[in-house]
């Protein structure tokens, strides 16, 4: 699978103002990650939508979870 640069250029670009809009939640992340994503470590996700409803969820991470985040923020730096 080859990518596109002009979509990795987008892609940048999207980052970079989702990055604006909501400046804390790459804080969280960076924080979440130096201190140790490891093998096995669980993320839990929870949605709430305007009308009150909810959707919750959670992954155990695996290696390969782990090597690709660190392949897509090498792609983010």
């Known amino acids: ?9 987008q892609l940048k670009t999207s980052w970079d103002r989702f990055i604006q809009a909501h400046p804390k939640f790459p804080k ?24 009150g409803k909810e959707l919750a969820s959670n992954i155990k991470l695996t290696e390969d979870d782990l090597d690709l985040a660190a392949q897509l923020q090498e792609l983010m730096l």
């Open 1 to 9: 699978m080859s990518l596109n640069p002009m979509t990795l250029m």
């Open 28 to 51: 969280f992340w960076m924080s979440a990650y130096k201190s140790g994503l490891t093998q096995g470590t669980i993320i839990e996700f929870k949605v709430k939508t305007p009308d």
